[in-house]
């Protein structure tokens, strides 16, 4: 593993299926993000996490929960899933939250079809 | 509300130059960043700017206007692999980034 693995790459779910995506890093980063990417539109961040232990809401949470027992791994979990989140899911990490040039590196993606 | 605005799509010819313009409004500024994305694959990190002025690194350099809430990221000598989508995200006074749709650069021979 080197950086950020996501699983599945794609997947296609009925509506009303419990799906988790799943995200590891290896670069021992504190923080992570779930970002979600729709066509037209900004990356937007669903759920993050500044360190193990802690997770926190983003601009659009509804329907996703997230947690973070240890540093390396941060799922992602759609408990009832719609065709609204349909969508790439990227899950991302930072060394830090503050300030300075805190860089993002992300996961390949995962492409999610809700039927 | 919080926005940023970059134009959808630009095309320009190998070898020349463009600048991609990105303007925002935002609750606070802590930083302005580009990332490049290619189709299908995950956005990668290009520049950082916090402080007016230009900032180059190689072919790309990246240009911050705080007063003006604008930023241009410029390419030069540009190469097919130059076609993606450069994204502009901004970090707000609580250090969310907000993000910008994307341009998307296409590279004619």
């Known amino acids: 593993i080197a950086g950020i693995t996501q699983a599945p790459t794609s997947q296609i779910l009925a509506a009303g299926r419990r799906m988790t995506l799943r995200c590891t890093q290896d670069m021992r980063h504190n923080a992570m993000y779930w970002y979600r990417q729709d066509l037209g539109l900004g990356l937007r961040l669903i759920h993050y996490s500044n360190t193990a232990g802690t997770t926190g809401k983003g601009e659009v949470p509804d329907g996703y929960s997230v947690s973070r027992a240890n540093t390396d791994d941060f799922p992602l979990t759609l408990a009832s899933a719609v065709p609204s989140q349909t969508s790439v899911y990227f899950c991302?990490?930072?060394?830090?939250?503050?300030?300075?040039?805190?860089?993002?590196?992300f996961g390949a993606g995962s492409r999610l079809t809700v039927l | 509300g919080q926005n940023i605005d970059q134009p959808t799509e630009m095309t320009a010819t190998e070898g020349a130059i463009v600048q991609i313009n990105c303007t925002y409004q935002?609750?606070?500024?802590?930083?302005l960043f580009w990332y490049q994305q290619h189709a299908g694959e995950a956005p990668t990190f290009l520049s950082y700017?916090?402080l007016d002025g230009l900032e180059e690194k190689g072919r790309f350099s990246s240009f911050l206007s705080r007063s003006k809430g604008y930023s241009y990221l410029l390419l030069k000598e540009l190469q097919m692999k130059d076609s993606a989508s450069y994204l502009c995200?901004?970090?707000?006074?609580?250090?969310?980034?907000?993000w910008g749709a994307g341009t998307k650069l296409i590279i004619k021979p």
């Open positions: 935002t609750s606070g500024f802590n930083g």
């Open positions: 991302a990490s930072s060394d830090s939250t503050g300030g300075g040039a805190n860089v993002l590196t």
């Open positions: 995200a901004v970090r707000d006074r609580n250090y969310q980034l907000i």
């Open positions: 700017n916090v």
